[in-house]
Protein backbone atom coordinates (compact mmCIF):
# COMPACT_ATOMS: atom_id res chain seq x y z
CA UNK A 1 0.00 0.00 0.00
CA UNK A 2 1.43 3.57 -0.93
CA UNK A 3 1.40 6.37 0.81
CA UNK A 4 -1.62 8.04 -1.13
CA UNK A 5 -3.87 4.57 -0.09
CA UNK A 6 -2.64 5.06 2.99
CA UNK A 7 -3.61 8.57 3.53
CA UNK A 8 -7.19 7.96 1.55
CA UNK A 9 -7.72 5.50 4.50
CA UNK A 10 -6.72 7.62 7.31
CA UNK A 11 -9.21 10.56 5.74
CA UNK A 12 -11.78 7.69 5.80
CA UNK A 13 -11.25 7.20 9.47
CA UNK A 14 -10.86 10.47 10.53
CA UNK A 15 -14.09 11.42 8.55
CA UNK A 16 -16.15 8.74 9.96
CA UNK A 17 -15.29 9.70 13.59
CA UNK A 18 -16.16 7.35 16.39
CA UNK A 19 -19.43 6.23 13.87
CA UNK A 20 -18.99 3.72 11.74
CA UNK A 21 -20.78 4.75 8.71
CA UNK A 22 -22.03 2.54 5.22
CA UNK A 23 -20.98 4.55 2.59
CA UNK A 24 -21.33 4.17 -1.24
CA UNK A 25 -20.31 0.74 -2.47
CA UNK A 26 -19.37 -2.73 -0.75
CA UNK A 27 -18.63 -2.34 3.19
CA UNK A 28 -16.96 -4.82 5.08
CA UNK A 29 -17.06 -5.76 8.39
CA UNK A 30 -17.51 -8.06 11.50
CA UNK A 31 -20.73 -7.39 13.89
CA UNK A 32 -19.04 -8.23 17.42
CA UNK A 33 -20.67 -9.67 20.17
CA UNK A 34 -21.65 -7.39 23.58
CA UNK A 35 -18.92 -6.89 25.88
CA UNK A 36 -21.21 -8.18 28.83
CA UNK A 37 -20.29 -11.73 27.92
CA UNK A 38 -22.90 -14.25 25.13
CA UNK A 39 -25.99 -14.10 27.40
CA UNK A 40 -25.99 -10.46 26.63
CA UNK A 41 -27.74 -9.38 22.86
CA UNK A 42 -24.80 -8.29 20.41
CA UNK A 43 -27.19 -5.32 19.51
CA UNK A 44 -29.86 -2.62 20.67
CA UNK A 45 -33.00 -1.49 19.47
CA UNK A 46 -33.89 1.88 19.49
CA UNK A 47 -36.22 4.65 17.90
CA UNK A 48 -35.29 7.86 16.75
CA UNK A 49 -36.57 11.40 15.37
CA UNK A 50 -34.82 12.76 12.05
CA UNK A 51 -35.25 16.30 10.65
CA UNK A 52 -36.12 17.61 14.21
CA UNK A 53 -36.46 21.38 14.09
CA UNK A 54 -34.36 24.14 11.90
CA UNK A 55 -30.81 22.62 12.40
CA UNK A 56 -32.50 18.80 11.58
CA UNK A 57 -31.45 16.84 14.24
CA UNK A 58 -31.62 13.81 15.20
CA UNK A 59 -32.59 13.00 18.48
CA UNK A 60 -33.81 9.55 20.81
CA UNK A 61 -37.42 8.88 21.25
CA UNK A 62 -38.49 8.28 24.19
CA UNK A 63 -40.66 5.16 23.33
CA UNK A 64 -38.88 2.28 22.92
CA UNK A 65 -40.15 -0.08 19.81
CA UNK A 66 -43.15 -1.28 20.87
CA UNK A 67 -44.51 2.34 21.36
CA UNK A 68 -44.29 2.03 24.93
CA UNK A 69 -43.14 5.64 27.21
CA UNK A 70 -43.18 9.01 27.42
CA UNK A 71 -41.96 11.30 24.10
CA UNK A 72 -42.27 15.14 23.67
CA UNK A 73 -42.50 14.48 19.83
CA UNK A 74 -44.67 11.79 19.76
CA UNK A 75 -46.93 13.02 22.56
CA UNK A 76 -47.14 16.50 22.62
CA UNK A 77 -45.44 18.04 19.23
CA UNK A 78 -47.40 15.64 16.92
CA UNK A 79 -50.97 15.47 17.87
CA UNK A 80 -50.64 19.15 16.85
CA UNK A 81 -49.39 18.66 13.96
CA UNK A 82 -52.09 16.37 13.01
CA UNK A 83 -54.91 18.72 14.00
CA UNK A 84 -53.64 21.48 11.63
CA UNK A 85 -54.43 21.52 8.18
CA UNK A 86 -51.53 22.88 6.60
CA UNK A 87 -49.67 21.02 4.34
CA UNK A 88 -45.86 21.86 5.87
CA UNK A 89 -47.31 20.54 9.35
CA UNK A 90 -48.25 16.87 7.27
CA UNK A 91 -44.52 17.64 6.17
CA UNK A 92 -42.75 18.43 9.53
CA UNK A 93 -44.85 14.71 10.71
CA UNK A 94 -43.44 12.65 8.25
CA UNK A 95 -40.00 13.98 8.65
CA UNK A 96 -39.76 13.88 12.12
CA UNK A 97 -42.16 9.97 12.39
CA UNK A 98 -40.24 7.98 15.13
CA UNK A 99 -38.04 5.16 13.00
CA UNK A 100 -36.88 1.94 14.60
CA UNK A 101 -33.11 1.26 14.52
CA UNK A 102 -30.53 -1.26 15.32
CA UNK A 103 -27.55 -0.68 17.03
CA UNK A 104 -24.78 -2.80 16.58
CA UNK A 105 -20.56 -2.48 17.24
CA UNK A 106 -18.79 -3.83 14.33
CA UNK A 107 -15.34 -4.01 13.24
CA UNK A 108 -14.57 -2.78 9.76
CA UNK A 109 -12.52 -4.90 7.74
CA UNK A 110 -10.38 -3.72 4.78
CA UNK A 111 -7.30 -5.75 3.19
CA UNK A 112 -8.24 -8.54 5.45
CA UNK A 113 -7.13 -6.66 8.71
CA UNK A 114 -9.66 -5.55 11.10
CA UNK A 115 -10.33 -1.83 12.63
CA UNK A 116 -10.98 -0.95 16.03
CA UNK A 117 -14.69 -1.58 17.15
CA UNK A 118 -17.12 1.21 16.15
CA UNK A 119 -21.14 1.38 16.54
CA UNK A 120 -23.13 0.92 13.26
CA UNK A 121 -26.69 2.19 13.48
CA UNK A 122 -29.10 1.31 10.78
CA UNK A 123 -32.82 1.60 9.46
CA UNK A 124 -35.41 -1.37 10.14
CA UNK A 125 -37.33 -0.21 7.45
CA UNK A 126 -37.66 -2.37 4.01
CA UNK A 127 -34.92 -0.31 2.44
CA UNK A 128 -32.28 -0.94 5.20
CA UNK A 129 -30.31 -3.28 5.87
CA UNK A 130 -31.39 -3.72 9.82
CA UNK A 131 -33.58 -6.72 9.65
CA UNK A 132 -31.63 -8.19 7.56
CA UNK A 133 -28.30 -8.13 9.71
CA UNK A 134 -30.90 -8.69 12.68
CA UNK A 135 -31.61 -12.29 10.72
CA UNK A 136 -27.86 -13.26 10.38
CA UNK A 137 -27.76 -12.72 14.51
CA UNK A 138 -30.62 -14.61 15.48
CA UNK A 139 -29.19 -17.62 13.45
CA UNK A 140 -29.21 -21.09 15.27
CA UNK A 141 -26.90 -22.31 12.64
CA UNK A 142 -23.81 -19.72 12.80
CA UNK A 143 -22.73 -17.61 15.16
CA UNK A 144 -21.75 -14.75 13.16
CA UNK A 145 -20.77 -12.47 16.08
CA UNK A 146 -18.61 -15.16 18.06
CA UNK A 147 -15.27 -13.70 18.00
CA UNK A 148 -13.17 -17.02 17.06
CA UNK A 149 -16.20 -19.00 14.81
CA UNK A 150 -17.64 -15.68 12.91
CA UNK A 151 -17.97 -14.42 9.87
CA UNK A 152 -17.66 -10.84 8.35
CA UNK A 153 -20.00 -10.05 6.27
CA UNK A 154 -20.71 -7.35 3.37
CA UNK A 155 -23.00 -4.88 2.99
CA UNK A 156 -23.35 -3.17 -0.30
CA UNK A 157 -24.75 0.64 -0.23
CA UNK A 158 -26.65 1.71 -3.68
CA UNK A 159 -26.65 5.54 -4.38
CA UNK A 160 -27.59 8.38 -1.79
CA UNK A 161 -30.08 10.52 -0.09
CA UNK A 162 -33.96 9.40 -1.04
CA UNK A 163 -32.83 6.90 -3.70
CA UNK A 164 -30.78 4.98 -1.29
CA UNK A 165 -30.90 1.22 -1.50
CA UNK A 166 -28.89 -2.09 0.11
CA UNK A 167 -28.27 -5.47 -1.15
CA UNK A 168 -28.60 -8.27 1.01
CA UNK A 169 -25.77 -9.19 3.71
CA UNK A 170 -22.75 -11.63 1.74
CA UNK A 171 -20.98 -13.39 4.46
CA UNK A 172 -17.53 -14.85 4.58
CA UNK A 173 -17.12 -18.15 2.75
CA UNK A 174 -14.91 -18.96 5.87
CA UNK A 175 -14.96 -17.17 9.24
CA UNK A 176 -12.36 -15.77 11.06
CA UNK A 177 -10.73 -14.60 14.30
CA UNK A 178 -11.11 -11.75 15.68
CA UNK A 179 -7.92 -10.38 17.14
CA UNK A 180 -8.31 -9.92 20.99
CA UNK A 181 -7.06 -6.20 20.83
CA UNK A 182 -10.08 -5.26 18.88
CA UNK A 183 -12.37 -7.07 21.48
CA UNK A 184 -10.59 -5.12 24.14
CA UNK A 185 -11.61 -1.60 22.32
CA UNK A 186 -15.18 -2.53 22.74
CA UNK A 187 -17.70 -0.18 24.16
CA UNK A 188 -20.86 -0.77 26.20
CA UNK A 189 -23.91 -1.09 23.85
CA UNK A 190 -25.85 0.69 27.17
CA UNK A 191 -23.39 3.38 26.85
CA UNK A 192 -23.62 4.17 23.21
CA UNK A 193 -27.68 4.18 23.16
CA UNK A 194 -28.93 7.88 22.35
CA UNK A 195 -30.65 9.30 25.58
CA UNK A 196 -33.86 10.76 25.57
CA UNK A 197 -34.52 13.97 26.82
CA UNK A 198 -37.78 16.13 26.83
CA UNK A 199 -36.14 19.43 26.92
CA UNK A 200 -33.54 18.51 23.99
CA UNK A 201 -36.41 17.59 22.08
CA UNK A 202 -38.18 20.95 22.95
CA UNK A 203 -35.05 22.69 22.25
CA UNK A 204 -34.56 21.47 18.97
CA UNK A 205 -37.76 21.58 17.43
CA UNK A 206 -38.02 25.67 18.22
CA UNK A 207 -34.43 26.06 17.52
CA UNK A 208 -33.55 29.67 16.63
CA UNK A 209 -37.62 30.76 16.51
CA UNK A 210 -37.76 29.70 20.30
CA UNK A 211 -34.48 31.68 21.10
CA UNK A 212 -35.96 34.78 19.14
CA UNK A 213 -39.01 34.68 20.95
CA UNK A 214 -38.26 34.12 24.19
CA UNK A 215 -35.73 37.22 23.31
CA UNK A 216 -38.90 39.42 22.50
CA UNK A 217 -40.34 38.83 24.96
CA UNK A 218 -37.99 39.79 27.31
CA UNK A 219 -37.62 43.29 25.16
CA UNK A 220 -41.68 43.02 26.30
CA UNK A 221 -41.00 42.74 29.77
CA UNK A 222 -37.76 45.44 29.87
CA UNK A 223 -39.96 47.72 28.35
CA UNK A 224 -43.12 46.86 30.28
CA UNK A 225 -40.90 47.94 33.45
CA UNK A 226 -39.59 50.95 32.24
CA UNK A 227 -43.53 52.04 31.29
CA UNK A 228 -44.06 51.78 35.64
CA UNK A 229 -40.94 53.60 36.38
Known amino acids: MGWKDEAQKRYKEKKSGDQYKLADGENCFRMLPSKKGADDPPYREIRMHFGVGPDERALACGKNSDGVGKCKICDVFHP ?5 TKRSSKLTLERTAPKDQLLIQV ?6 KFGKAKPLTVGMGKKSPGLPLLALL ?11 KGYNVTVTRNGTGMQ ?19 L ?5 LDDLMPKYSAEEQEAAWYGKAREEEEEEDDADADEAEEEEE
Open 80 to 84: KLRAS
Open 107 to 112: SPVEDA
Open 138 to 148: SSKKRSYESPE
Open 164 to 182: TSYDAPIPDEEPTKVPPKI
Open 184 to 188: EGMAD
